[in-house]
């Protein structure tokens, strides 16, 4: 078990921990329970993930999501390059071909 994130209330500890599964991490939420049972003193939620080894990766992923980057949101969205007409993966935020910028994107 390995700690990679604390939240804020317990919804977004759950929204952390669905996004990390669904990207293949087991990952579990602690102290959702108890989050304002202790009156003055709030315990907040934390995100572990089952598998210690995945801690890069997930703390990347874990960033990614709260930055809320276009790149994360639309990374399994293809896209065509409007300069060159590259077929792009949605990770990418730049053309490899040509280096234009991809499309700005809602
Ligand atoms: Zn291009």
């Known amino acids: 078990m390995k700690h990679v994130f ?55 992923l874990v960033g990614e999501f709260l930055r809320g980057t276009p790149a994360w949101r639309h990374r399994h969205e293809r896209w065509t390059c409007a300069q060159c007409g590259e077929a792009l993966e949605g990770q990418f935020t730049d053309c490899w071909n040509c280096g234009a910028a991809r499309p700005a994107i809602a």
């Open 6 to 60: 604390t939240a804020k209330h317990p919804t977004e500890a759950h929204l952390i921990r669905g996004m990390l599964e669904a990207e293949g991490i087991r990952a579990e939420v602690r102290g959702d329970q108890l989050y304002g049972a202790f009156g003055e003193l709030p315990v907040l939620p934390t995100v572990w993930i089952l598998d210690a080894s995945a801690d890069a990766e997930a703390q990347r």
